[in-house]
């Protein structure tokens, strides 16, 4: 990651102190999340946006449950029925490891809405939302 991406990241944190980072998948993908956690490489991913990231933990997460479950409900990568199971989790980023948040990379010139988490988060860590 660049610096540029680290500066912005480590501002958007300054500002999120003790807030919850939400994620949305679908029902279907909670067995796997139980088992090797969000965001494992061992799950497979249901986008199609860095190869790079393919073969590394990690995880998207967004500021605001709303714009996390728009990201699953805009997916085209997985069947039409998963569209009416999706759920969100939750997580307080005190509960991650702050060095390993960046913004972003897939949105140019990112508002910071959403982050990238270079590591999987356990299951114990997730709060269900919906």
Do not use: C
Not at 5 to 22: C, R
Not at 64 to 71: F, I, K, L
Not at 73 to 101: A, H, R
């Amino acid at each position: 990651m660049n610096d540029k991406i680290l500066e912005q990241a480590n501002y958007f944190l300054e500002d999120h102190n003790g807030e919850m980072l939400y994620h949305a998948t679908y029902k279907n993908a909670l067995k796997k999340i139980k088992e090797f956690g969000l965001g494992s490489k061992d799950v497979r991913k249901r986008y199609a946006w860095d190869n790079n990231l393919k073969h590394i933990d990690h995880v998207f997460f967004a500021y605001d449950p709303d714009v996390a479950e728009s990201y699953a409900e805009s997916s085209d990568t997985v069947p039409d029925e998963w569209l009416d199971n999706i759920i969100i989790f939750g997580v307080n980023i005190n509960n991650l490891d702050k060095g390993k948040i960046v913004t972003d990379p897939n949105i140019v010139e990112s508002d910071g809405s959403t982050v990238l988490y270079m590591d999987k988060v356990p299951f114990s860590s997730l709060v269900r939302i919906k």
